[in-house]
């Protein structure tokens, strides 16, 4: 809590990473994911990092408390800063499903609302896709396991296939 409070993050991560090494106090380890995805996420601005601690809660921590928020948190990263727009539906729905009528219920909705400006880019993208022969298919896949990062790509660069330099794909 100290070092937190003291902005030591670099510290504040170290010692997050022994406790999720060994503690076997399950509410300790999810608050130590949660805080670490926090740090990653608001301090260094690694989303993709972030992601992955939240996706720790998620995958193994369904009924802890924590869970609600990490669902959101992992939606509004995915939406605001990777923009990866269909699968942030996918997971703000999963949350209006599961909880209805939580205190965070208002703010899905209105993420979902801002998340509607998109839904037009989105499905020309698709029906563009969906209209390329099949070998333009198997590439643009083999490119883009997830279509909608090809989908943000070629709307970023308004072309029809490109190659993202920041991750290294050739």
Same mark, same amino acid.
């Given at each position: 809590q100290n070092l937190y409070s003291e902005k030591d993050f670099n510290s504040c991560v170290v010692l997050l990473d022994e406790i999720l090494k060994n503690s076997h106090d399950e509410d300790l380890l999810v608050k130590s994911y949660f805080l670490t995805s926090e740090i990653y996420l608001n301090e260094y601005k690694e989303f993709d990092i972030s992601i992955s601690f939240l996706d720790e809660i998620l995958n193994n921590y369904p009924d802890h408390e924590l869970y609600?928020?990490? /669902? &959101?948190t992992k939606s509004y990263i995915l939406a605001n800063y990777l923009e990866s727009y269909t699968e942030a539906i996918d997971l703000y729905t999963? &949350? !209006? $499903? $599961?909880?209805? #009528?939580?205190?965070? !219920? %208002? %703010?899905? @909705? @209105? #993420? /979902?609302? #801002? /998340?509607? $400006?998109?839904?037009?880019?989105?499905? %020309?993208?698709l029906n563009w896709f969906n209209s390329t022969n099949l070998i333009h298919q198997l590439f643009i896949k083999h490119l883009f396991p997830d279509i909608n990062n090809f989908i943000l790509l070629s709307n970023l660069y308004n072309k029809k296939i490109g190659i993202y330099v920041k991750y290294s794909w050739f």
């Open positions: 609600k928020r990490s /669902l &959101f999963l &949350f !209006i $499903k $599961k909880f209805p #009528e939580d205190e965070l !219920i %208002s %703010s899905v @909705y @209105y #993420e /979902l609302k #801002e /998340l509607e $400006k998109y839904k037009d880019k989105i499905n %020309s993208m």
